[in-house]
């Protein structure tokens, strides 16, 4: 063989070896080296996880009402490989599900063998997709799968306590987010497998394991109204930037009502904005000026170096301290312990702060639950801030004595008002009373650990002049006629980063309780920057906190200190709520008796209205299970059904308002047994004197 053909014919041998071997490299490397990774490829172009919402709990009122549930829902999927012609599926469909044409061809031409197309439609949309004729179904291109989609039946009511969820139903604020685990089912996994024809198949390869509970809030729905209505009227007419107001009750640390301005509706929640979402009364911290002065009254008291009628030398309302001039409003002369808190003098409280070691001050602030988190089941709460004591200048006792240098939240305020109200006991604040499976066995919450912060002497006598506030002091406007009610006002200048307090900018708040003898509610108002003129906490917030008080008492039935209501309407714990709502409650005098008489749910008579005011309309046909619209103002002069006419539970009565005949007549409503004429009459009053203060 000619030479040049043997290197020809060596050359082809190489370049043969060469390219064999780099082809047996290469399959060593894909079924060798990379064997898991090309078999998970493979497993990603033929196979898909799809994973399908569980069932969530719902969220639930003390009385059992729904605030929070799931309801079923048809979600669209489609099998792209098995899509005959997808640019006109999704010519049809894009006016049917609300999508954009293109993203839903961009689905239909993808490698994945299960996409969705519109998941948790409403009905009517669903409906719209079965009427296009497409090819819907088990083995077909397109289908539906049912899943659950989050609906608040109350809408904005409580909404920043309870938060929301996603598309997906998992909680992202408030008790949705917190209690998410509890709420959440686990979900079921498919496998949609694409087969040798080209087509899909779902298995189900992991069912749902874990049922939902439902979560059981300390929340009472109408209590939750009264509040948000009446901090929405204050927000509003003082022109505030934000508002919060809460209510609990002092002996339990349960919180009956939250409430924040401004708020969000539920079921729109992604249209929110980030202010709108905010629960303040948990989450934002301000100075609370003189609600403070509450802390520094009793701790000295508890310490005995004041006595309430020990007097005080107030300067004619002026005081210097280390170059700084602090002033009253007055130039209050010489004024006993008592008299400074209800004139709320800051010459006189920095006086008797002057008596408290820093130590014990330090150590009493805490012990009301300020410088830490109450523990509420919220998230997001802050813990406000103390000055420690190694940093306190000559200039701090004074400040912390009228509520400056600290910063506190709403609800910390609430809950030290509640301590003074509970004989000196803090119970930490709650807003779940438990959760309850599917069965209805209820498991509740732990019952937080008590705190004692003074005793109850001093309690008392912290009672005795915060009632001296609402009566002769500059509470005078949170007053309702007919009670006892203790509290204190506050007005503090904000602080303006970089320039110190703001002459112009204020936070407005009220904090108190009632009836003094025996606290029901305990509770705090706070509006941030009033713009409408008014701006003392006196002035703008004492009173929306009389209102509150006013018709929460008369809602709980709790008897006034002139006239006899019926007996007290307990905000008994859930399951006892719940069968109240069913049967009549027993008497007795156990605590969890919810209120006497029966809660009318089937049909009934509908009550004589005409006479009443209507707070007492609106207590007559809810204890019967009715609602209430209503036009004009003043008493009830004429109802629709008529007196006595049958009303299926649930139904709804119209009043009208106006000026009756003879204003001292109050006829009798027609209610329970349990709620007499008289009674009723007295709360009547109770409200006419309240109109003409």
């Known amino acids: 063989m000619e030479p040049l053909a043997r290197f020809r014919v060596a050359s082809f041998a190489v370049a043969v070896g060469i390219l064999a071997l780099a082809i047996a490299s290469r399959l060593v490397e ?38 929070a549930v799931s309801v079923a829902t048809s979600s669209l999927f489609a099998h792209p490989s098995r899509v005959p012609d997808p640019a006109r599926a999704a010519r049809l469909l894009a006016g049917a599900i609300d999508v954009p044409e293109a993203r839903i061809l961009e689905r239909l031409r993808s490698d994945q063998p299960f996409v969705w197309l519109r998941r948790r439609m409403d009905p009517s949309m669903a409906r719209a997709v079965q009427s296009l004729g497409l090819p819907l179904g088990k083995g077909q291109p397109f289908g ?33 987010r917190r209690f998410d685990d509890d709420l959440q089912g686990d979900s079921s996994h498919y496998l949609a497998v ?75 929640y992604g249209e929110a904005t980030p202010e709108g979402r905010r629960n303040r009364a948990v989450v934002d911290q301000y100075e609370p000026g003189s609600t403070f002065k509450v802390i520094t009254a009793a701790t000295a008291l508890e310490l005995g170096t004041v006595a309430p009628e020990q007097l005080f030398d107030c300067q004619n309302g002026s005081i210097s301290i280390a170059g700084f001039r602090i002033r009253d409003h007055h130039p209050y002369g010489v004024l006993s312990v008592r008299q400074i808190l209800e004139k709320s003098s800051n010459v006189g409280i920095i006086k008797v702060g002057r008596t408290i070691p820093r130590e014990r001050f330090d150590e009493s602030i805490r012990k009301f639950g300020f410088g830490r988190r109450t523990g509420i089941e919220l998230p997001g709460e802050r813990s406000g801030q103390i000055t420690p004591l190694s940093r306190w200048s000559v200039l701090s006792p004074a400040s912390i004595s ?62 005795g002049i915060l009632e001296g506030v609402v009566a002769r002091g500059t509470g005078t406007k949170a007053a309702v ?71 929460a008492l008369a809602y709980l039935r709790v008897p006034p200190d002139e006239d006899p209501l019926p007996p007290a309407r307990e905000t008994a714990p859930a399951p006892d709520a719940w069968a109240a709502r069913r049967k009549p409650a027993p008497s007795g005098d156990g605590g969890e008796v919810m209120m006497e008489g029966p809660v009318v749910t089937g049909p009934g008579q509908v009550p004589d209205l005409r006479g009443l005011s209507l707070r007492e309309a609106v207590v007559a046909l809810t204890d019967r299970g009715y609602s209430a619209s209503v036009a004009g103002s003043g008493a009830v002069v ?56």
């Open 30 to 67: 894909l079924q060798v080296v990379r064997s898991d990774e090309m078999k998970a490829q493979a497993r990603r172009q033929h196979e898909q996880t799809v994973e399908i919402g569980g069932e969530r709990g719902a969220v639930l009122d003390r009385a059992g009402r729904e605030i």
């Open 144 to 176: 539906f799968e049912t899943e659950g989609k989050r609906f608040y039946p109350q809408g904005q009511l409580a909404v920043h306590a309870v938060g929301n969820a996603n598309i997906d139903q998992h909680g992202v604020e408030g008790i949705e």
């Open 194 to 268: 694409r087969d040798g024809r080209g087509g899909t198949v779902l298995q189900l390869v992991q069912p749902a394991s874990k049922p939902p509970r439902d979560v059981v809030l300390t929340l009472d729905l109408d209590l939750q109204h009264v509040v948000e209505r009446e901090l929405e009227r204050a927000w509003v007419e003082s022109g505030s930037r934000a508002a919060a107001a809460i209510l609990l009750d002092p002996a339990t640390g349960q919180v009956l009502a939250m409430a924040n301005r401004p708020t969000a509706d539920a079921n729109r």
């Open 402 to 463: 009228m509520g400056q240098e600290i910063a506190v939240t709403a609800l910390q305020v609430a809950s030290a008002m509640a301590t003074v109200a509970n004989g000196g006991v803090r119970v930490p604040p709650r807003v779940v009373l438990g959760t309850r499976d599917a069965s209805g066995r209820f498991d509740p919450a732990p019952a937080p650990e008590p705190v004692r912060a003074v005793s109850e002497r001093t309690a008392r006598t912290m009672t």
């Open 481 to 551: 006629p007919g009670y006892r009610l203790a509290g204190k006002t506050g007005t503090a200048q904000k602080v303006v980063p970089g320039q110190g307090y703001s002459h112009s900018q204020f936070v407005a708040s009220f904090a108190g309780f009632g009836p003094v003898d025996s606290p029901r509610l305990a509770g705090v108002l706070v509006l941030d920057s009033p713009s409408g003129g008014a701006y003392y906490g006196g002035q703008v917030a004492a009173p929306a906190f009389g209102r509150i008080m006013a018709d």
């Open 638 to 693: 004429d109802q629709t059904p008529a007196p006595g006419s049958p009303l299926p539970g649930g139904g709804a009565c119209a009043i009208r308002l106006g000026a009756p005949e003879d204003p001292s007549a109050v006829p009798a409503a027609a209610v329970s047994p349990a709620h007499p004429r008289k009674p009723l009459a007295a709360v009547a009053r109770v409200a006419a004197r309240r109109r003409t203060r």
